[in-house]
């Protein structure tokens, strides 16, 4: 059902889906009058009793299945609605108060990698095969279920398009053979073992953390590409993966998202699917030094055997191949937001008609983690084309933004959102959050560079940009914002609790639940913008209101108080290491992460679940 109540009286949320190319799903269970949840929101729009004041767009970030996105949907929308002060003050002084709220779904999944963890005898049997007839048959099984494995961890969608591309079926082949054909897995412990020579001579230990393996990485880490830093990429380094390995990622990568630089608006780190991949094998490399089983095909079939650990091969190799997934996402994320997600906004504003340039309708955009991606493009629209938005937002709102901050610089990806003018599409502020505790984004920087989540945004950005730095210290601080405002709060003091641990590989990344985070929402809501300031300068014209529409679900949706939810759309369960359940041993969740990869990593248990989850890239 896309229409779903929240637990204010009266409230409800609307959901609506993309698929991974942009379009929009139908709904099909009746719950709308439409088959399009599109076409039912701006019939919501253009009625004239009790119209919407405020309308409320929500992105999620990634491994978030359409379940997923709404249990933190209702999670955070209520929490917002429960925000009674800043309720009151959206409604007082007889101000019209009147919540549109909508939460985008997109495909983003990546969760049920623990099917990549094939049974152990599967694997013993497949390493100790020699290479006759019946070797060769155990090989072949093993490979084939090992590719199966490794594709299961997509949605259905996204699993289809690689089985229907016959290069990238082959492509998960060849990695599939690097986990479980001797001679392949010998190739890959042999790389790993140069990895963690190079990185033991520099005087690196081998400690399981993301924090272990930096000073290994150094500048063998890529740069962000040139359209999101406005400098020139730092050179890989030379190889150690096999070639073979490396272009079945790109393989892989190609088919998931085949966007160039320029399509994606160079917001998220270029298509260098090599020079990352490469990254991402050495930092779980050296992160694994002194944990690793043996650096031998033997020694591995023994394990696996054993059902001890998560084998090396299989460790070291769902490493770059979850960053080559996750890139794919971040790009999608970007583009749907640039394309899909732009052309719903410029649709809802024209059903709003005159009202959404005098003030009178104001929208709202909120994203966590890569749904500040989608959050931006979105904003933006199409690069280097003309805006299809009638309106400017009211507000925006990047709650642990996994996006560079480089973005934000003179050339980057981004700027135009926090660029004072007419050309800025947002009227009033620009809020973001970030954390030193985000475990997540300390690892996003490793291969992206850092990313505005972690450390905020610059505090020069340039004289066209008005730009600075708060301190969140108090729940219910008055943060002063001020229209085309771009404002980075600290808000590691409240965004700090994670699981805890070694092997707590997202920290605060999901904390981001508590008042001080929505109240920083609602205190970019309530800024008061002049109502001149609305209409957009570039936008394709708006259309005049149309009489109410009739029917419907979600009578007082926004009556008084009950509503507001600007929900911080969240990225919330994109628990992606795994983050959320258990945390291996210690089996403390993560605050405010209901879905994690809960079932992510099958039979594998113990210190086995713990490695799964390390080498998983958990933004």
Avoid at 14 to 25: M, P, T, Y
Wanted: aromatic share 4%; glycine share 12%; charged share 15%.
């Amino acid at each position: 059902m896309p229409i779903f109540p929240l637990k204010t009286p009266d409230l409800h949320y609307f959901l609506i889906s993309f698929d991974a190319r942009g379009k929009e799903l139908p709904e099909t269970d009746g719950s709308v009058g439409q088959q399009w949840m599109s076409v039912e929101l701006q019939a919501r729009l253009r009625r004239t009793t009790n119209p919407v004041s405020d309308i409320f767009l929500v992105c999620h970030g990634w491994n978030t299945s359409a379940t997923a996105a709404h249990n933190s949907y209702v999670r955070w929308m209520s929490a917002m609605a429960d925000d009674n002060a800043d309720v009151a003050r959206a409604g007082a002084e007889g101000r019209h108060f009147n919540p549109l709220l909508i939460g985008v779904q997109w495909p983003s999944k990546f969760g049920d990698i623990g099917g990549a963890a094939l049974p152990a005898d599967v694997i013993a049997t497949a390493l100790d095969s020699g290479g006759g007839a019946n070797g060769g048959d155990a090989h072949a099984a093993a490979v084939d279920a090992q590719a199966s494995a490794l594709a299961a961890g997509l949605d259905n969608d996204d699993a289809a398009r690689l089985a229907a591309d016959p290069a990238a079926a082959a492509a998960l082949k060849t990695l599939a053979a690097a986990a479980v054909v001797p001679a392949e897995v010998q190739q890959l412990l042999d790389a790993a073992g140069e990895v963690a020579s190079a990185a033991s001579k520099s005087g690196v230990q081998g400690s399981g953390r993301v924090a272990a393996a930096a000073p290994a990485l150094g500048s063998a880490v890529p740069a962000t590409a040139p359209a999101a830093s406005g400098g020139a990429p730092v050179a890989a380094p030379a190889s150690t993966l096999p070639s073979a390995t490396l272009d079945a990622l790109a393989a892989v990568a190609e088919a998931l998202e085949p966007l160039s630089e320029d399509e994606d608006g160079g917001a998220t780190g270029g298509p260098d699917v090599h020079g990352r991949a490469e990254a991402a094998f050495r930092l779980e490399a050296t992160a694994a030094m002194g944990t690793a089983p043996d650096a031998s095909a033997t020694a591995a079939a023994a394990t696996a055997d054993s059902g001890g650990l998560l084998f090396a091969p299989l460790r070291l190799l769902l490493r770059p191949f979850s960053d080559v997934v996750f890139a794919a996402f971040q790009r999608r994320a970007a583009h749907l937001g640039r394309t899909a997600v732009h052309d719903l906004l410029a649709d809802l504003m024209a059903a709003a008609g005159h009202r959404a340039t005098d003030g009178s309708a104001r929208f709202h955009a909120v994203g966590h983690s890569l749904g500040a991606h989608m959050v931006s493009g979105a904003a933006l629209g199409r690069r280097g084309g003309r805006s299809a938005l009638p309106a400017r937002l009211h507000s925006a709102a990047l709650i642990q933004a996994a996006v560079p901050a480089a973005a934000f610089r003179p050339g980057g990806a981004y700027r135009r959102l926090v660029e004072g003018g007419p050309d800025r599409p947002v009227a009033g502020p620009v809020v973001l959050t970030h954390s030193a505790t985000d475990r997540a984004l300390s690892s996003y920087a490793l291969l992206y560079g850092p990313p505005l989540g972690a450390v905020g945004a610059d505090a020069d950005l340039g004289p066209t940009v008005a730009s600075r730095r708060a301190l969140m210290v108090d729940a219910k601080q008055a943060y002063t914002l001020a229209p085309e405002e771009l404002v980075s709060v600290d808000a590691g003091a409240f965004v700090d609790e994670g699981a805890g641990g070694v092997w707590d590989v997202v920290g605060s990344h999901m904390d981001i639940t508590d008042d001080p985070v929505s109240h920083l929402v609602w205190e970019a809501v309530l800024t008061v913008v002049p109502v001149d300031a609305y209409a957009a300068t570039g936008g394709r014209g708006v259309l005049s209101a149309g009489g109410p529409a009739g029917g419907g679900h979600g009578g007082g949706l926004g009556a008084a108080a009950g509503g507001v939810a600007a929900s911080v759309s969240h990225g919330i369960s994109n628990a992606v290491g795994g983050v959320g359940a258990a945390v291996g041993a210690t089996g403390r969740a993560a605050k405010g992460t209901v879905d994690a990869v809960s079932g992510a990593v099958g039979a594998v248990a113990g210190a086995g679940w713990r490695a799964l989850r390390w080498a998983l890239p958990p933004y």
